[in-house]
């Protein structure tokens, strides 16, 4: 649904039945997946120019280009970049344009059993957990639910990262953008959104900015902190508060000491 949203070719007709029921419901669901994903892009090249060169990447979805090798590898060719999903159909995708480039592999994994992911093969033979490591937790921790304990998932990947490494965390949200005057949330909408994706693999858990800061507790925030994604260091023209308020996704990026 999401590489739908983004205008990409490599989904199922359930992916693109569902995602129409979305899109009819929120029409501004593709503007939030695409800023979404610049904000992705954004925050990779600013940890690679930064000096990082290893990334995990859960959640990763069917590839859809540029995929995070392919930007981080613009600043530093040398990146190398673990993929982590846990629906086998992503991981068939992935064979074919994700795992034939040097220094790139893939892993079968669900974020709610992280240890499992830090003791993959792959992962110990392409991260070096002595070295730093972003940890990209994009559009990912809306489909745990409170009861599968998200706060506690990030805890338990961010112990194994040694100091300097860095998150990148979006997470979608229904409450209204803080600086739109009108100050509303379309209930109907997020509803019908919500509702989508019950029949989904994966229920929708939206939450307010006030519950996603503790899943960067481990992390020190960086500015501009928990923002509208497109807020996030922004390289171009910065939205107004209509489409702010439109864009549903919350994004961070945080340090661990």
């Known amino acids: 649904m999401y590489d739908y949203y983004l205008g990409g070719w490599d989904n199922y007709e359930v992916d693109r039945v569902a995602a129409e029921r979305v899109i009819e419901v929120h029409p501004q669901i593709r503007l939030s997946a695409r800023a979404n994903r610049a904000f992705l892009q954004r925050a990779v090249r600013a940890l690679v120019g930064g000096g990082i060169r290893q990334i995990i990447d859960i959640g990763t979805g069917i590839p859809t280009s540029p995929n995070t090798h392919e930007v981080a590898r613009e600043v530093a060719p040398d990146t190398c970049v673990v993929y982590v999903d846990n629906d086998p159909i992503v991981a068939t995708h992935a064979?074919?344009?994700?795992?034939?480039?040097?220094?790139?592999?893939?892993?079968?994994?669900?974020?709610?059993?992280?240890?499992?992911?830090?003791?993959?093969?792959?992962?110990?033979?392409?991260?070096?957990?002595?070295?730093?490591?972003?940890?990209?937790?994009?559009?990912?921790?809306?489909?745990?639910?409170?009861?599968?304990?998200?706060?506690?998932?990030?805890a338990t990947l961010a112990d194994a990262l040694p100091a300097g490494s860095h998150i990148v965390l979006s997470h979608a949200t229904g409450e209204p953008y803080e600086n739109y005057a009108p100050g509303r949330t379309d209930v109907q909408a997020r509803d019908g959104v919500v509702n989508v994706y019950r029949s989904a693999t994966a229920t929708l858990n939206l939450r307010s900015k006030a519950e996603i800061e503790p899943l960067l507790d481990p992390f020190t925030v960086l500015d501009p902190g928990v923002?509208?994604?497109?807020?996030?260091?922004?390289?171009?023209?910065?939205?107004?508060?209509?489409?702010?308020?439109?864009t549903i996704f919350y994004g961070a990026v945080g340090r661990k000491d």
């Open 95 to 154: 064979g074919a344009r994700l795992t034939n480039t040097e220094r790139t592999g893939f892993v079968l994994g669900d974020v709610r059993d992280p240890k499992a992911i830090l003791d993959h093969p792959v992962v110990r033979e392409l991260i070096d957990f002595d070295q730093p490591v972003v940890l990209l937790l994009v559009a990912v921790l809306h489909f745990i639910r409170d009861d599968e304990d998200p706060v506690a998932i990030v």
């Open 227 to 246: 923002v509208r994604v497109p807020l996030w260091r922004p390289d171009g023209e910065v939205p107004g508060a209509k489409e702010l308020n439109d």
